[in-house]
């Protein structure tokens, strides 16, 4: 078996925090010490095989677009490293982001604030290939027009400026300029979240078909768990920087393990007849800066014992290629102290 | 029983550059207390204008320029700018999809929420918070006596959007009109909001417009539901009757396209071309250049297909399902 295309091996990301004067005073007076990061990823391991679509799914803060920007060299780890191919894209030291980053293309959220307004969709899209060598200056007009075709837009498009598309057709550009580059993967930082459902039915379709068609490996962000069924092979599912529970899709969708993901499925509204009785998960997300010790879900997790409070549950094997981060699944949580 | 709030051929223009555009075209629906009507459409079908053209704050270029908005009685077109003033807030509310909008940044959560309260109710500042505090309890807030000391940036987004919930109760109006506000938040979030919505319409009697583009969270939340589509209400019915068998051929088209329904990796149903622009409607029905039972009559204004109280504004509507 040949190595998974993308490799992130224990990988986590603080941004530190600049400490004002008032916060260094306070930190001083409570006995600690000032500053503190933001903990945006934690020993996150995870493998992507070339041809698969991996989902990352959380709620907002928990480090999906973090994690998608260290894939993509954006951000150098702060531990850790990712290996595309089996060579490095960033390790833990800031002064080595290897620029493979032409191989890896992210596709962001907003189809607004993504695409020069002042440069024409054409220009937009062979830009990056050009400046690359990866197309001749000769074959630039016709790549650029076949990759519009591609994508489901006009050819000739390729002289009109971005304001001219609507959110879908913007978003069709922006793959277009992504698959220009030819990259070995793909990072969508919820790439449909800002369309209207009938457009975003349809630029899904074209993410299946170009899947079909070229093979694509992708890392598929969002925190729509019915998008990520639709189109993921596996899934994983993060919380406050770590990833809580990981496996194929279809296992993870028939029965979810983690308290937390239990939660999360119970919380999403779905499409039905009849009310639905809500079940939502008690309590706020913690902040990243100061995360609860032990396991992170413990303060809102109907299951939590002593052993959660103060030991960091490991993610453990659950069967069938699933992996559960929660003592329920490693030995219980351990017993209460009688009263 | 009356309805709380009754709407019968709303109409709402704008003067754009390129002419006048019809944002809200001829909506009826009404409400009864109680009950959660979910507004639902795609962006720029007209849901947040009609919610603004109930509550009388449209500005120029626009006006509403036909229709009747009827809340317990009292149709609030006819009223006074100041009379409707004293009927905002105390007799019909909202909440918009950012609470900044009603939250004052500079003040604390108890101070602003007191202010509201005395606007409308002369009474001393010590009740007014005492009526603030239950009202942030009613919303789900834990401890809400602490927070009466907040700021609003003190709060997470879900805690200020439950203020603003909170302040939009204060008088108990009878009318709330909700629009996306749960669009920005966790679902973890939305979850429980959703969860006191519920309760709050089954227990103060409130009745609620609950303005989104997303059909899970109508689904599951309303009792009635009405569709939008380039500011025309075109299907109306109860929750169970839109999404169990709808009539139209956007709710259809609308219903089918959501994930979650299909094989995984499949093609989902599409409906195709873009959302309308409405300066460039296609004249009869709106939807006839992407509808797939479209025919030359459609080219003619549809009627209004009845199916009990549930209706629909088309030539051709579904017959079964
Ligand atoms: N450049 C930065 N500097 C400081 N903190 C940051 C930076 N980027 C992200 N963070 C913090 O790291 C955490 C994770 O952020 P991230 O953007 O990865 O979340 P996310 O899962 O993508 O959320 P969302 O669903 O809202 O997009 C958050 O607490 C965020 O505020
Ligand atoms: N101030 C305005 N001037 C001109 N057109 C407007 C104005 N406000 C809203 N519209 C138009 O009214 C239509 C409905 O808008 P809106 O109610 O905000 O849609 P929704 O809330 O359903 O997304 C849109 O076509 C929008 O462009
Ligand atoms: S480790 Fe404990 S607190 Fe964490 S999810 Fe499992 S049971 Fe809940
Ligand atoms: S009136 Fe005609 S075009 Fe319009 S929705 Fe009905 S069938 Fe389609
Ligand atoms: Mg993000
Ligand atoms: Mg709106």
């Given at each position: 078996m040949t190595a998974p295309l993308l490799e992130i091996d224990t990988v986590s990301k603080r941004f530190p925090l600049k400490a004002t004067l008032a916060d260094k005073v306070a930190a001083r007076l409570a006995g600690r010490s000032a500053g503190g990061a933001?903990?945006?990823?934690?020993?996150v391991s995870l493998t992507v095989e070339r041809g698969e679509v991996v989902g990352v799914v959380g709620e907002s803060g928990c480090g999906k677009s973090t994690l998608g920007r260290i894939v993509s060299g954006i951000y150098a780890p702060t531990e850790g490293t990712v290996l595309l191919d089996g060579k490095?894209?960033?390790?833990?030291?800031?002064?080595?982001?290897?620029?493979?980053?032409?191989r890896v293309q992210m596709i962001h959220q907003d189809p607004f604030a993504s695409?020069?307004?002042?440069?024409?969709v054409g220009e937009t899209i062979s830009e990056g290939p050009r400046t690359h060598g990866i197309v001749s200056a000769a074959e630039v007009g016709d790549k650029t027009r076949a990759l519009l075709e591609q994508v489901g837009?006009?050819?000739?498009?390729?002289?009109?400026?971005?304001?001219?598309?609507?959110g879908g057709q913007r978003q069709r550009i922006a793959i277009a300029r992504a698959l220009a580059m030819q990259p070995d993967l793909l990072v969508l930082d919820?790439?449909?979240?800002?369309?209207?459902v009938s457009i975003q039915a349809q630029v899904l379709n074209l993410f299946l078909d170009l899947r079909r068609d070229l093979g694509l490996t992708a890392l598929f962000i969002s925190h729509d768990l019915s998008v990520v069924r639709h189109v993921c092979d596996r899934v994983a599912i993060m919380y406050l920087g770590r990833v809580v529970e990981l496996a194929s899709a279809e296992r993870l969708y028939a029965e979810p393990k983690h308290p937390y993901t239990q939660a999360l499925f119970a919380s999403v509204p779905t499409l039905g007849t009849g009310r639905q009785d809500f079940r939502p998960i008690k309590g706020e997300i913690p902040s990243p800066i100061d995360p609860p010790p032990g396991c992170a879900f413990h303060p809102r997790?109907?299951?939590?014992?002593?052993?959660c409070r103060v030991e960091i549950p490991r993610l453990t094997d659950a069967g069938a290629g699933r992996t559960v981060a929660c003592h329920l699944n490693d030995g219980g949580v351990g017993q209460e102290a009688a009263a | 029983m009356s309805a709380a709030l009754d709407i019968q051929g709303l109409t709402t223009r704008f003067d754009t550059r390129g002419g006048t555009v019809t944002?809200?075209?001829?909506v009826s629906f009404s409400v009864d207390r109680g009950r959660i009507m979910g507004l639902v459409g795609e962006s720029g079908s007209g849901k947040s204008v009609t919610g603004f053209s109930i509550l009388g704050l449209i500005d120029e270029p626009g006006r509403v320029t036909d229709g009747r908005v009827i809340v317990e009685e009292t149709d609030?077109?006819?009223?006074s700018p100041d009379h409707l003033r004293s009927m905002r807030g105390r007799k019909v509310s909202m909440v918009f999809q950012d609470p900044m909008m009603t939250l004052?940044?500079?003040?604390r959560i108890g101070d602003q929420m007191a202010m509201a309260v005395r606007v409308h109710e002369p009474m001393s500042k010590a009740k007014a918070l005492e009526r603030a505090r239950d009202a942030l309890g009613t919303v789900g807030i834990p401890s809400p006596e602490e927070r009466?000391?907040?700021?609003?940036?003190?709060?997470?987004g879900g805690m200020r959007q439950r203020v603003a919930i909170a302040t939009a109760l204060l008088h108990r109006p009878a009318v709330i009109i909700a629009d996306e506000?749960?669009?920005?938040?966790d679902v973890s979030i939305q979850g429980q909001i959703l969860a006191e919505v519920r309760r709050l319409a089954d227990e103060t009697h409130t009745a609620i417009v609950w303005i989104t583009h997303d059909l899970a969270v109508v689904s599951s939340l309303a009792d009635d539901i009405c569709v939008m589509y380039a500011g025309k209400i075109v299907e109306r019915g109860t929750a169970e009757e839109v999404i169990?068998?709808?009539?139209?051929p956007y709710t259809r088209g609308l219903l089918d396209s959501v994930?979650?329904?299909?094989?995984?990796g499949t093609h989902l149903p599409q409906i195709p071309g873009s959302t309308p622009q409405l300066s460039h409607l296609p004249s009869g029905c709106p939807f006839r250049n992407r509808?797939?039972?479209?025919?030359?009559?459609?080219a003619s204004a549809p009627p209004l297909a009845r199916f009990g109280d549930h209706t629909a504004l088309c030539h051709h509507p579904l017959e079964t399902t």
């Open positions: 933001v903990h945006a990823v934690t020993d490095p894209v960033a390790t833990g030291r800031e002064d080595h982001v290897n620029k493979l980053t032409t695409l020069n307004p002042r440069m024409k837009l006009r050819g000739d498009y390729a002289d009109r400026l971005p304001h001219q598309f609507s919820e790439a449909v979240a800002s369309l209207d997790c109907p299951f939590a014992g002593p052993r | 944002a809200v075209d001829d609030l077109r006819s009223l004052n940044p500079v003040l009466l000391a907040a700021y609003p940036h003190q709060l997470s506000p749960t669009t920005a938040l169990g068998q709808p009539r139209h994930p979650g329904q299909h094989a995984p509808c797939p039972r479209a025919t030359q009559l459609c």
